[in-house]
């Protein structure tokens, strides 16, 4: 039996193809390769190029491979891009999922693990945001992904596709050894673009709002290692194949960081001064967003590795001095 993983070529994809085989599991991915990485994929999986909205492709994948249980990343996830162009998001992420869905249902599939966000909260009236909390997002990537969750309910519903959405607050690090890591073209997450300035590829770093109602002023995020959330899947898919009900869990570290907290982090871990100064808000930013992981703690038995943000950006600073040009493949 297969682990399909879609989008598996991606930054959280190839972690956890990564894993997966680690633990012995036979695993396929699918992936287009817009923004995923071949050099990524641990070569022990087998690699099909090809889009998750391209039933005939995918139709093809599923008559060859015995797959037991999907695993889908594969989805555009950049709040800013979504802002100003939604309807590339909602073909991509929404559309991607009806036809996966249509392509699943047809072949009797019926486990999905899919990555969801915590941006389907969007500005949170409490925090930390429990899984029961209203989901109102602010950007089209939050509603996207919304989106995505509400169409496999009713796919559960209908066709008794059963499926784990796990809502990602935010993800950073790399595999402890350094061989496989975050690398975007552009880049427009926090943590690797301060690793850029403290690389010399970047002059310094704009913080992006510092008149939040925060106490520095600045947005708070929850960070989550990158490999702990490689590990929930695996729990996620465990819990489906025992028979266990569709259900959501938010995968945080339950401890916010400010944005200028990550900055003297950054600093620690990689002993560089790291210049920084405060720009306009970005649009569609809530001002905080923490997580409580009690409900993934307590069903899956997650326990997340990883608790300290120096530890966890030193591990990425380790894949970033190492592959001072990433996977170099575009
Ligand atoms: N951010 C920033 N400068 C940057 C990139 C991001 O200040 O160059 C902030 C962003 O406004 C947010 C936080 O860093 O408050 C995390 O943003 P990121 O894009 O990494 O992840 P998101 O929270 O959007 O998923």
């Not at 819990?239 to 266990?244: A, H, I, Q, R």
Request: charged share 25%; glycine share 8%.
């Amino acid at each position: 039996m297969t682990v399909l993983v879609l989008g598996g070529a991606g930054y959280i994809g190839s972690h956890t193809v990564d894993r997966l085989v680690e633990k012995g599991y036979d695993v396929a991915v699918v992936d287009n390769l817009i923004t995923g990485h071949a050099k990524a994929i641990n070569p022990k999986a087998r690699f099909y190029q090809g889009d998750v909205r391209d039933k005939l492709f995918m139709r093809e994948v599923f008559d060859k491979e015995d797959i037991d249980t999907v695993i889908h990343f594969a989805a555009f996830s950049v709040v800013p891009e979504s802002m100003s162009n939604p309807l590339k998001y909602f073909d991509n992420n929404t559309y991607g999922m009806t036809a996966l869905l249509e392509v699943m249902r047809d072949a009797g599939v019926k486990r999905i693990v899919f990555s969801s966000t915590a941006a389907t909260y969007g500005e949170p009236k409490q925090v930390p945001i429990k899984e029961t909390d209203p989901q109102i997002p602010t950007n089209p990537y939050g509603e996207s992904k919304l989106s995505m969750e509400k169409i496999i309910h009713w796919a559960d519903v209908a066709y008794g596709i059963k499926f784990v959405a796990l809502r990602y607050f935010n993800v950073a690090g790399a595999k402890a050894d350094g061989s496989i890591g975050e690398d975007h073209h552009p880049e427009t997450h926090l943590i690797p673009i301060i690793l850029q300035v403290a690389q010399g590829k970047r002059d310094k770093l704009t913080i992006f709002g510092g008149d939040y109602p925060t106490d520095d002023g600045t947005n708070i995020r929850d960070y989550v290692h990158v490999m702990d959330l490689a590990d929930a899947h695996i729990l996620a898919m465990e819990y489906l194949k025992k028979g266990n009900d569709s259900t959501a869990f938010n995968l945080g570290s339950s401890h916010g960081f400010s944005n200028k907290e990550i900055v003297d982090a950054a600093r620690k871990a990689t002993g560089k001064p790291i210049p920084a100064e405060i720009g306009p808000r970005r649009a569609g930013d809530p001002a905080v967003l923490v997580a409580s992981s009690e409900k993934a703690k307590k069903i899956l038995g997650w326990t997340p590795k990883y608790d300290d943000m120096e530890k966890i950006i030193a591990t990425a600073w380790h894949w970033d001095e190492t592959h001072p040009n990433g996977y170099n493949d575009r």
